[in-house]
C-alpha cells in the first residue's frame, strides 16, 4: 500500500528567505510524485511533477523538487519566497498508472512572513 | 477554453439525505476523478470516470456513487448523508487517463 508523509504541518517562514517542504512516500513499486499548490477558497493546481528522467524537476516560479528513490523522499524547494508563496502544499504519489488516481499527504501550510 | 466547474459551491444537508453534486469537465477532456477534502487533510480519492464508465474506486462505501454524461459532465450522489460526509468535494479532468489532472474549485458540503 502506499502512503505519503508530509513532515510538517505548518511551516513560517520569513519573505525572501529559503524554504524547504518536506515529503516521504511509502510504495512497493514505481511511482510518480507531484507537488500541488491550494490557494484559499480554490482548488489544486499541478506546481511540478517527477515522471521520469531527471530527478531534480522545476516549477515556472522558482519551486524545484528532488526525486531521490533510495531515501523516498520529494522535498520541495525555493531559494527565495514571496509573499504570493503563502498557500497550503500537498505532496501526491501515483503507483505507476499514469497521473491519475493520486494519493495526497496531509498538506503544508506555507505562511510567508512580510 | 473554459475550466472544470463545480455546483453548487456550498450546500447544507441533514444527517439520512440525498445530495447531488455536479462538475463540468474541461473543454476536451474525457476524464472525471472525484476527491473528498476533509478539514485539515488532503484529497481522498473516491473514483473515476472514462468514457462514461466507472474506471477506478477508492476506499469509499457504495451510498456514494458517480454517473459521466455523453459530453463527459459528471455528477457525485452520496447517500443517506452522514456527519463525516461533511467535507470539500473536489472534481478534477483530464484529456485522458495518463495525463494531468485539472481541478475545479470544489463543493463545500456540511452536513448538520
Known amino acids: 500500500a502506499q502512503s505519503v508523509t508530509q513532515l510538517d504541518s505548518q511551516v513560517p517562514v520569513f519573505e525572501e528567505a529559503p524554504v524547504e517542504l518536506r515529503c516521504n512516500y511509502s510504495s512497493s513499486v514505481s511511482v510518480y510524485l507531484f507537488w500541488y499548490v491550494q490557494y484559499p477558497n480554490q482548488g489544486l493546481q499541478l506546481l511540478l511533477k517527477?515522471?521520469?528522467?531527471?530527478?531534480l524537476v522545476e516549477s515556472i516560479n522558482g519551486f524545484e523538487a528532488e526525486f531521490n528513490k533510495s531515501q523516498t523522499s520529494f522535498h520541495l524547494r525555493k531559494p527565495s519566497v514571496h509573499i504570493s508563496d503563502t498557500a497550503e502544499y500537498f505532496c501526491?504519489?501515483?503507483?505507476?498508472?499514469?497521473?491519475?488516481?493520486?494519493?495526497f499527504g496531509t498538506g503544508t501550510r506555507l505562511t510567508v512572513i512580510p | 477554453e473554459t475550466g472544470v466547474t463545480q455546483s453548487p459551491t456550498h450546500l447544507i444537508k441533514t444527517r439520512g439525505q440525498q445530495v447531488t453534486l455536479r462538475c463540468s469537465s474541461q473543454?476536451?477532456?474525457?476524464?472525471v476523478s472525484w476527491y473528498q477534502q476533509a478539514l485539515g487533510q488532503g484529497p481522498q480519492f473516491i473514483f473515476q470516470y472514462y468514457r462514461e464508465e466507472e474506471n477506478g474506486r477508492g476506499n469509499f462505501p457504495p451510498r456514494f456513487s458517480g454517473l459521466q454524461f455523453p459530453n463527459y459532465s459528471s455528477e457525485l450522489n452520496v447517500n443517506a448523508l452522514e456527519l463525516d460526509d461533511s467535507a470539500l468535494y473536489l472534481c478534477a479532468s483530464s484529456s485522458d487517463l495518463q495525463d494531468e489532472l485539472f481541478f475545479g474549485s470544489g463543493t463545500q458540503l456540511s452536513v448538520l
Open positions: 501526491a504519489v501515483s503507483e505507476g498508472t499514469g497521473a491519475n488516481n493520486l494519493f
Open positions: 517527477y515522471l521520469s528522467g531527471s530527478t
Open positions: 473543454s476536451g477532456h474525457n476524464t
